[in-house]
């Protein structure tokens, strides 16, 4: 009986917990924060809790080797590109397609292929940056929490992205003649031909809300996983349907609008990450009056414009494929309800966003309400 206790007291010390299955919780760890955090954010323990449950819906081996295999892919379309034999094949991901004599650029469909092709590009980017900038950044910073250093990270990926091509839309809708003007948006249709610079940010901007609905499916969920993941169907379908219809003025006005508040947003969640409460709350101000005058304003000016005046502008429902023309009462209608769609989930949003500003002015501080289903699970595993 003594031998057997004496292995029983002996055995329960040994029985560390699996570093390949820690869950995602505040920093529980084995060794030190300096050791701990070493370790790539593709970790293992990120994405797979103590009891083997995987904590995201994408295919594990796709989440932890999702750097290796992106610029892998980069790597040889690449090599493909600037192989003479292979260069046909490799040349619609890598550079834009149907350029005219004139210098401007048509359109067709390898043009989704250059989209795809920069999914792949923003997964690497994404993963790179969280990993080897943001990452060393919070830890130098002094913070040890692992769910905070993930949410650091991924909001500074999106800040970054956002801040980038609001800038770049906000310099292609400036230098237009529809600036301001949204009945313009819907003139000189079909507008079929578009500059190089115009085209890649099109482009650009489809492959990445397509790589968001892959983000929502490696992230662990949230509260709002599921009107996340209809806004980023309804923009993609938006993105689509205004690019194969030839309406690319109002696509490109409404992705400015939309990437303004986006980027304050990411910003302000990212001093919160760093610890500074106060000025959280004042970048919260400033976004949620970016997000009311951007979202609730701007946006209602370009809807009211698309149900009264769209198809006077345009001269009546008509489809002449060899013109461009494709505008009948189908594709108006399609517009429309994804219009109004985008509409429903802001209004949505906005509810939470007041919420928050109520915890601001009552002296609580803004929190992330996307992380609410986290928080919950992070208390009951702890009482358990």
Not at 141 to 152: D, E, L, S
Not at 173 to 202: D, I, V
Not at 312 to 319: L, P, S
């Amino acid at each position: 009986m003594t031998k057997k206790a004496s292995k029983g007291k002996q055995h329960k010390p040994t029985r560390t917990k699996t570093t390949g299955q820690d869950s995602i919780k505040d920093l529980v760890h084995i060794g030190d924060d300096s050791t701990f955090f070493r370790c790539s954010l593709e970790d293992r323990r990120n994405f797979v809790a103590r009891d083997g449950k995987k904590l995201v819906q994408a295919p594990l081996f796709l989440v932890l080797w999702q750097k290796e295999i992106t610029l892998a892919l980069i790597s040889l379309s690449i090599f493909f590109y600037y192989l003479p034999s292979t260069r046909p094949y490799a040349e619609p991901f890598v550079v834009l397609s149907y350029k005219e004599s004139s210098g401007v650029y048509g359109k067709g469909p390898k043009d989704l292929l250059f989209s795809l092709f920069w999914v792949v590009i923003f997964t690497a980017i994404r993963s790179v940056v969280m990993d080897y900038c943001f990452r060393p950044f919070i830890l130098f910073y002094g913070i040890r929490k692992r769910k905070i250093v993930i949410r650091f990270c991924e909001q500074g990926y999106c800040f970054l992205y956002y801040l980038v091509f609001w800038v770049l839309g906000c310099y292609i809708y400036r230098t237009s003649g529809y600036w301001g003007h949204e009945e313009q948006l819907f003139e000189h249709y079909p507008q079929y031909y578009m500059s190089k610079l115009f085209k890649f940010y099109y482009l650009v901007q489809f492959g990445f809300w397509l790589q968001q609905l892959y983000v929502l499916h490696v992230e662990q969920r949230r509260a709002d996983h599921w009107q996340m993941f209809a806004h980023h169907i309804v923009t993609c379908s938006l993105i689509s349907l205004s690019y194969c219809f030839n309406f690319l003025r109002v696509g490109n006005a409404i992705l400015y609008i939309f990437d303004l508040s986006d980027y304050i947003l990411s910003g302000s969640k990212m001093i919160k990450y760093l610890g500074c409460g106060k000025i959280c709350d004042y970048l919260f101000g400033l976004f949620m009056a970016s997000w009311i005058y951007s979202r609730h304003y701007l946006f209602y000016r370009i809807l009211k414009v698309v149900v009264i005046s769209a198809p006077r502008i345009i001269g009546g429902f008509h489809v002449d494929l060899s013109k461009g023309y494709i505008f009948n009462e189908k594709v108006y209608y399609a517009f429309i309800f994804l219009l109004f769609s985008l509409q429903i989930l802001i209004y949505i949003w906005f509810g939470m966003i007041v919420k928050v500003a109520y915890r601001v002015f009552s002296g609580e501080g803004a929190v992330d309400s996307r992380s609410d289903n986290e928080e919950e699970a992070d208390e009951d595993s702890k009482k358990k």
